[in-house]
């Protein structure tokens, strides 16, 4: 059991190495995020599944912290879309 799970967590794992370079050939800002996504995602996967492999609960916590900065870096590359503060702190001109 514990080798299936093993070479299952292989497979997730070069999966996301796969997309991750894929996707970062891309120039396009919301392609990088898509990046991070999936790091976090196929990464979370990864440590679930060797966790399950060798009876190690400490690995589903460092699962759960990578999803979590993967979503906390996905909140902050939404936020910091908008207008830059040099922007924002500017007045407009009239015409």
């Known amino acids: 059991m514990a080798e299936s799970l093993t070479l299952i967590a292989l497979f997730v794992l070069l999966a996301s ?3 991750l370079a894929i996707v970062l050939r891309s120039h396009i800002a ?7 996504q999936l790091l ?3 990464g979370a996967a990864t440590l ?9 609960p400490a ?7 990578l999803v ?17 503060p040099e922007a924002a702190a500017k ?3 009239p015409s």
Do not use: H, N, Y
Request: glycine content about 12%.
């Open 59 to 65: 690995l589903a916590d460092v699962a759960l912290l």
């Open 17 to 19: 190495a796969a997309g």
């Open 68 to 84: 979590l900065l993967s979503a906390f870096s996905c909140a902050a590359f939404t936020l910091g879309e908008g207008e830059s």
């Open 48 to 56: 679930l599944l060797l966790g399950a492999a060798t009876a190690q």
């Open 91 to 93: 007045p407009d001109e």
């Open 30 to 36: 919301i392609e990088k995020l898509m990046a991070v």
């Open 40 to 42: 976090g995602t196929g």
